[in-house]
């Protein structure tokens, strides 16, 4: 039997042991499987409450189960949905008896949703909503998954679509008509209208992308400077926790240390790198390198000083910001040198002082770099892509068709392609579809 059509199963909830495991089954084989092990299946969407029992009869747990018939499952195949005590041997157990079904077997990664997707329970920019949403760590990239799940992408690329291909069928039947002479350009113009008019709405949704795509990725902010001037300080006080060790000596911090934090729900990726000097130490200069390597990476870099004050290095593209510590010690006043260029701030990491309006400042610094965090639809560089290619179509169709309405039809059914493709569904079939209903061309 093909794998496709081999009934799968897997452990839905989190890692064992816990209070409560979810097992779910899916495939031909689930209604067996669940009177098998229950003893009978279930009422549909029902909890029912059954003693698992292996295939030798001997008891696996006492569960809740639920049963939900094709097509109105999650996956539209038949589902069984196992609530067992969360315990590993309780779970080998069940999964011992499942896998001694013929045809049955433990999914794939991500198995579940793909048939959720092959039977159209949701379209693939839902799906990727759905994962986003699952590995969301902050608000803000809970609420822009939460919006790609419900399908704002998704309707919004359906309606496009379905316009594209209106558009598309006013230019074929012109060619039809037009080899009877008839009136092309009344068909043609009105096409053209409806392109144009799609192709801006693409475009406002495309300007948004930037933002909301980098929500997903983060804000990745390093930290760097001489050697002693508190970089590993600030980055526990960020992090509020000992993530960095900090010492009087210099050249304490050797490899570049992350921590991910939840800046007012942006996901930000902040960085604590060696001191940046001269060095004959091997290892000391393997940290300098790898410093300066995520420093140039970094969205945003700060550069740390004390009162010794030195110059930030160049860093090309990316911000510096430049932030004075130690102002608790002798020496915090004096003025910065003439140069500096870019935001000044002045600091105590180990006392507190500055913190919160550095903070802020990088919290805005986010809000600048990732958006609001309304309004984006795009959280995906696929999902670009394939938008960016149906605009280049209709600009082009509109373009060309002073060269031939056979070009400006090729472009459109290369947009609704790219759009068939972002929905992860690419039937051609649909524009012959509407040339038949709407015109009937003839016979
Ligand atoms: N007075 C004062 N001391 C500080 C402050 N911030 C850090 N220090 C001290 O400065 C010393 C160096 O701090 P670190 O955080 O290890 O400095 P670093 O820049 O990470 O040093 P390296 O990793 O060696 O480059 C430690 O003794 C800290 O306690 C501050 O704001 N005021
Ligand atoms: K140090
Ligand atoms: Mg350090």
């Not at 608000?139 to 790609?148: F, H, K, P, T, Y």
């Not at 053209?192 to 909301?212: P, T, W």
């Not at 003439?338 to 919290?363: K, M, P, T």
């Not at 309304?374 to 290619?389: A, C, F, M, V, Y």
């Amino acid at each position: 039997m093909h794998p496709r059509d081999q009934t799968i199963f897997a452990l839905s909830s989190g890692q064992p042991p816990s209070a409560i495991a979810l097992v779910r089954v899916s495939g031909a084989q689930a209604g067996k499987v669940v009177s098998a092990l229950a003893g009978k299946v279930p009422s549909p969407r029902t909890a029912t409450r059954a003693l698992l029992r292996d295939l030798g009869q001997r008891p696996i747990d006492d569960a809740v189960v639920l049963w939900f018939p094709a097509p109105a499952s999650a996956t539209g195949e038949d589902v069984a949905e196992f609530y067992v005590h969360g315990g590993r041997a309780v779970l080998a157990a069940l999964f011992a008896t499942l896998s001694a079904f013929d045809n049955v077997r433990p999914a794939e990664p991500g198995e579940f949703t793909r048939r959720a997707f092959e039977n159209g329970k949701l379209d693939l920019t839902e799906a990727e909503g759905l994962d986003d949403l699952i590995h969301a760590d902050t608000d803000r990239q809970r609420r822009q998954a939460l919006r790609q799940l419900k399908g704002l992408l998704g309707d919004k690329a359906r309606d496009w679509r379905a316009r594209i291909i209106e558009a598309s069928a006013l230019i074929e039947a012109g060619i039809d008509f037009s080899d009877e002479g008839d009136v092309p350009a009344e068909l043609i113009e009105p096409a053209l209208a409806r392109v144009r008019g799609l192709l801006a709405e693409i475009e406002v949704v495309l300007v948004e992308q930037g933002r909301s795509e980098r929500l997903r990725d983060g804000l990745v902010v390093a930290i760097a400077g001489p050697p002693n001037v508190g970089k590993s300080t600030l980055m526990n006080q960020l992090a509020r926790r000992e993530v960095a060790i900090v010492s009087p000596h210099a050249g304490t911090t050797r490899d570049v240390i992350e921590v991910q934090l939840d800046l007012d729900g942006y996901p930000v990726t902040v960085i604590d790198t060696a001191g940046i000097r001269e060095t004959d130490d091997p290892v000391e200069q393997e940290g300098v390198r790898r410093a300066r390597a995520r420093a140039v990476d970094a969205d945003l870099v700060l550069w740390l000083t004390d009162a010794s004050g030195a110059e930030s290095e160049g860093n090309g593209e990316r911000p510096v910001w430049r932030v004075r510590n130690k102002i608790d010690l002798d020496g915090a006043d004096r003025p910065l040198a003439e140069s500096s260029v870019g935001r000044v701030f002045r600091i105590s990491a180990s006392r507190g002082d500055g913190l919160s309006e550095l903070i802020a400042a990088i919290v805005d610094f986010a809000q600048t770099c990732l958006g609001g965090g309304e309004g984006g639809l795009i959280g995906r560089t696929r999902q670009r892509k394939l938008l960016q290619e149906t605009a280049v179509s209709l600009q082009r169709c509109i373009d060309v068709v002073g060269e031939g309405e056979e070009l400006a039809a090729e472009e459109l059914r290369a947009a609704a392609y790219s759009l068939g493709r972002l929905l992860g569904r690419v039937d051609v079939e649909d524009i012959l579809d509407v040339i038949f209903r709407e015109f009937c061309v003839g016979k």
